[in-house]
């Protein structure tokens, strides 16, 4: 999909130069546009290190295992099929706190596990469960504890309060998710298998 | 919101003494630790470069020959009812699509109007509130041979709706 977008933003750029008579600014732009990406890079990298390291220590000191066992009576909520003791739990709450983190490479890997575990108990091999619309609709609008890319952004192009902005990402994100969870519950309601 | 933005004052040390309050109680050599995870952050940046470059180009183009005036001029009479600076409209329609591609975005507009802007804030807090939404679905369901995903992907855009609508809403009651 992002190779149509890309040729779309480019091909339509240069349409709209050639009409507006901006072909100058156009080519320019995709010079100067080139420079500032490998400069904003650059200027990412400190802030984008400390929090790496950070949540590094997190991981080592077994947080997501502690995080993971204070949500857990959460879960039965969210996912009434899955049985009390089944693996699939483990992995979801693992996944999610890892997302929360921010520790992609972490996540990514205990989020395939979580949706083979749930594949294991679903009846029909085709069709999604309820519990993995849950899963993945939590997943995607996952609540993310430090966006550590957004705060390096804001430093690197002069914020002065570059975490002030975290504030107002944990409202977005927690309204996005509450969504999200009532969207999924009565969906799963109204929503018969065979649809 | 003064009380508000005092919070957030406090939320980083506290994340700081939490996370290291945990490694002193377990024991982990954090220091250590932390040079060794300080890396994966260079592998991170230096992973994007390639995209970033090819995607500030696309949009810096977009911009400069006047398509995205006009685009933000025909999206106008949405983000005007949503009270969102309409600049950062075409970033709502990108978000749930790419993160990579809205990452090259935010990062033109926080150029553009400043960090500290009310367009360079809420187009920080759309970005950090959700994510792609196309590209998870495909990893995931793909990775178990899932065809019919039900009312996932319905569920997963009222989320970014709302989270969308949630930014604008929580950058004005934030910074007033």
């Known amino acids: 999909m992002l190779n149509y977008i890309w040729i779309g933003l480019l091909m339509i750029g240069f349409a709209f130069g050639i009409v507006n008579g901006r072909l100058d600014d156009v080519t320019k732009a995709a010079m100067d546009s080139a420079q500032t990406a490998v400069t904003v890079c650059i200027g990412l990298l400190g802030v984008m290190c400390l929090w790496t390291g950070l949540m590094k220590i997190a991981e080592k000191s077994g947080l997501i295992r502690i995080i993971g066992r204070a949500v857990r009576p959460v879960l039965g909520f969210l996912f009434p099929e899955i049985p009390k003791d089944h693996p699939a739990l483990g992995a979801i709450v693992m996944n999610l706190v890892a997302n929360f983190l921010g520790l992609g490479n972490a996540a990514t890997p205990l989020g ?54 975290i504030i107002c990402i944990w409202i977005a994100s927690v309204c996005a998710t509450i969504m999200g969870i009532i969207a999924a519950k009565m969906l799963s309601a109204v929503w018969k298998k065979d649809n | 919101m003064g009380l508000i933005r005092h919070l957030s004052d406090y939320a980083v040390p506290a994340i700081f003494v939490v996370i290291l309050g945990v490694a002193v109680l377990k024991k982990v050599k954090a220091y250590d630790v932390f040079v060794e995870g300080a890396k994966d952050g260079i592998d991170t940046i230096i992973k994007i470069i390639p995209s970033l470059v090819g995607l500030l180009v696309a949009v810096g183009v977009f911009k400069a020959s006047g398509a995205m005036d006009s685009l933000i001029l025909l999206l106008r009479p949405v983000t005007d009812l949503l009270g969102m600076p309409p600049q950062v409209a075409p970033l709502a329609l990108l978000r749930p699509i790419s993160g990579s591609a809205s990452f090259a975005f935010v990062t033109e507009i926080i150029k553009s109007f400043g960090p500290d802007s009310y367009a360079g804030r809420v187009a920080a807090t759309m970005m950090g509130s959700t994510e792609t939404i196309f590209y998870t679905l495909a990893v995931y369901y793909g990775s178990v041979g899932i065809k019919n995903i039900r009312y996932t992907l319905i569920a997963a855009i009222m989320a970014d709706i709302i989270s969308v609508i949630a930014s604008v809403w929580a950058c004005q009651f934030v910074f007033g």
């Open chain 1, 112 to 165: 395939l596990k979580a949706m083979k575990e749930l594949q294991s108990i679903n009846k029909d091999k085709k069709t999604a469960t309820n519990a993995m619309c849950m899963f993945l609709v939590l997943n995607t609008a996952a609540i993310q504890l430090v966006p550590a890319n957004i705060i390096a952004l804001r430093t690197s192009e002069g914020s002065k309060k570059p975490a002030e902005i």
